[in-house]
């Protein structure tokens, strides 16, 4: 169960990077930018599909689904945002990888992003796009749990957004 909670934090953290683009409005600026923000208090559940995994610790297996929400703040610990994002486990077991796609609801539109999780504690992915105010955002982030932490609850993160 461990193992879920760090790829659940991990995920959580990478995509909670959108929430501060979108609430810099930054998908409209006409050059790149660097944008910091903080990722906590994640809830998470883990969709065990058949076949099953045999006990609460064992690690998730290929087919399985992660189910994430989480709230996102600016560096300040203002609220910007709220995450919801799935995983589908595509290699099961103790060094499994997974695709995760996340959704930002905000008041001017939906960031989007996706990561392809491979394991590492610090997490990488892409702004591959957005509706409303964030229609045709893109760009990269980092995803990195804070000294002493685990599981990505709290996560720094870093984005930087292409012109």
């Known amino acids: 169960m461990r193992r879920i909670a760090v790829l659940a934090g991990s995920v959580v953290a990478v995509l909670a990077t959108g929430a501060v683009l979108a609430a810099s409005g930054g998908a409209q600026d006409p050059g790149g930018r660097t944008i910091n923000l903080v990722t906590k208090d994640f809830k998470f559940k883990l969709v065990d599909n058949p076949p099953r995994s045999r006990g609460r610790r064992a690690p998730p297996g290929a087919g399985d689904q992660e189910v994430l929400s989480a709230t996102v703040l600016n560096p300040t610990g203002a609220r910007v945002g709220r995450l919801h994002a799935t995983c589908a486990v595509t290699v099961g077991g103790r060094r499994g990888r997974a695709v995760c796609q996340g959704i930002y609801d905000l008041a001017d539109g939906q960031m989007h992003l996706l990561v392809a999780y491979t394991g590492s504690a610090d997490v990488s992915g892409s702004v591959v796009g957005g509706t409303g105010a964030y229609a045709g955002a893109r760009g990269t982030f980092v995803s990195k ?19």
């Open 145 to 163: 749990d804070r000294p002493g932490e685990s599981g990505g609850d709290p996560s720094d993160d870093t984005v930087t957004l292409l012109p």
